[in-house]
């Protein structure tokens, strides 16, 4: 291709002749007209064979190779022959010392192609009954929070029927977050879908058993038996298995949070999600005949589980024993103790500690530090309402 613009060059710029051409680069005048043709759009001329090759001494060796190739498809993918390995046997199985590798290498990467071709990948259209699966993702985004630019992570959950989705963001995506955003989720749809499913995020599983085998997070564990929906997790490194959520990350972002929002609290953020949300509800499904998310939704409400009486405490337990003057450390944040040796039990939710002190002198109920966004500390004067 640099060869056809440098010759055309010459030709236009300096108005050299196309014999002139030819003598200068030792190219054949029907190679240097078919180069100067610009009459339409055309690639760089490449040479084809008009007859294929003949291969003669490979004659007697076809059908020995065609049978290697075709046992090849009951033995184990790694020990199948290779062009090198069939041209081995030939020569000291049939002492076929006369034909060549290059040979043997053509004709068995044509014959495999055709002894034993490659299946096409297929794809199932995927339908699901209303309030049966939803999907569950992490994503990231950045928003100015009190002036500051920080990361925030999107908690986002899809109704695979409607489409109808669900996204709040939190400071962080450890366990806390992850159940107030299933929380969160099923009372902004007012039931809890059958199945979920997820990818093999921590927050979740503990250990990738087998394909489909998990060792679940005890909190979650104790989630899922609460709210009684049914939690599936996707093939490792199977991104598509749950492609609806995957792309609500990107789509959330683009339409809800650009340009990049400047708030003094996260939970105005999440008011304007859920603004976007419902703005964009009359959206039309595609393959849907023509009904928008809210009409699908309405069906999706009516196979929803029962929310329970109940609420889940979305937050972990820490416990242990304070000293007087030494603040006790809880998931990288201090928070004060009073009483001297006494033991506590700490509930860390997303916006607020709350620390019982069970023994100990000066022993005292409930109380509750409120929760700051920066920096990572405690204190009674501080307030965090996200």
Same mark, same amino acid.
């Given at each position: 291709m640099a060869d056809m613009e440098f010759i055309r060059r010459l030709q236009v710029a300096e108005g050299w002749s196309e014999r002139r051409i030819a003598r200068e680069f030792g190219y054949g005048r029907n190679t240097v007209h078919k180069l100067l043709d610009r009459s339409q759009p055309t690639t760089a001329p490449v040479y084809r064979r008009s007859k294929p090759v003949r291969a003669p001494k490979m004659d007697r060796y076809r059908e020995i190779i065609d049978s290697w190739l075709i046992a090849d498809q009951a033995a184990p993918r790694k020990q199948r022959h290779t062009a090198h390995r069939i041209h081995d046997?030939?020569?000291?199985?049939?002492?076929?010392?006369?034909?060549?590798?290059?040979?043997? *290498? *053509?004709?068995? *990467?044509q014959r495999r192609e055709l002894v034993a071709p490659k299946a096409a990948p297929a794809f199932l259209h995927l339908e699901f009954g209303p309030g049966q699966v939803a999907q569950v993702d992490w994503g990231e985004a950045t928003v100015k929070l009190a002036g500051r630019q920080v990361t925030v992570w999107m908690f986002c959950m899809r109704l695979c029927h409607s489409?109808?989705?669900?996204?709040?963001?939190?400071?962080?995506? *450890?366990?806390?977050?992850?159940?107030?955003?299933?929380?969160?989720?099923?009372?902004?749809?007012?039931?809890?879908?059958?199945?979920?499913?997820?990818?093999?995020?921590g927050s979740a599983v503990q250990r990738v058993l087998s394909r489909r085998g998990r060792l679940l997070n005890a909190a979650f564990q104790a989630f899922v038996a609460h709210y009684l929906f049914k939690p599936v997790f996707a093939n490792l490194a199977a991104g598509w298995e749950k492609g609806l959520v995957e792309g609500?990350?990107?789509?959330?972002?683009? @339409?809800?949070?650009?340009?990049?929002?400047?708030?003094?609290?996260?939970?105005?953020?999440?008011?304007h999600l859920r603004h976007g949300i419902d703005r964009d509800a009359d959206h039309v499904v595609p393959e849907r005949d023509g009904r928008s998310v809210r009409e699908l939704f309405a069906e999706d409400r009516q196979g929803l589980i029962a929310l329970p009486p109940s609420v889940f405490p979305a937050c972990t337990r820490h416990s242990g024993t304070s000293r007087i003057s030494a603040p006790c450390v809880i998931s990288r944040?201090?928070?004060?103790?009073?009483?001297?040796?006494?033991?506590?039990?700490? @509930?860390?939710?997303?916006?607020?500690?709350?620390?019982?002190?069970?023994?100990?002198p000066g022993w005292w109920p409930a109380t509750t530090w409120a929760r700051p966004a920066r920096p990572r500390c405690w204190s009674s004067t501080t307030t965090w309402t996200c």
């Open positions: 046997r030939l020569v000291s199985e049939y002492d076929a010392t006369d034909l060549a590798e290059s040979s043997v *290498r *053509r004709y068995v *990467r489409t109808k989705p669900f996204v709040a963001v939190y400071p962080h995506g *450890r366990m806390e977050c992850f159940l107030e955003g299933h929380i969160q989720a099923f009372a902004w749809f007012g039931g809890i879908p059958a199945e979920i499913i997820y990818d093999n995020l609500l990350v990107g789509t959330a972002r683009r @339409n809800y949070l650009v340009p990049v929002p400047d708030v003094s609290c996260l939970q105005e953020v999440n008011t944040c201090s928070i004060p103790f009073r009483p001297s040796w006494s033991d506590a039990t700490s @509930n860390c939710a997303p916006s607020a500690i709350t620390s019982i002190s069970t023994t100990g």
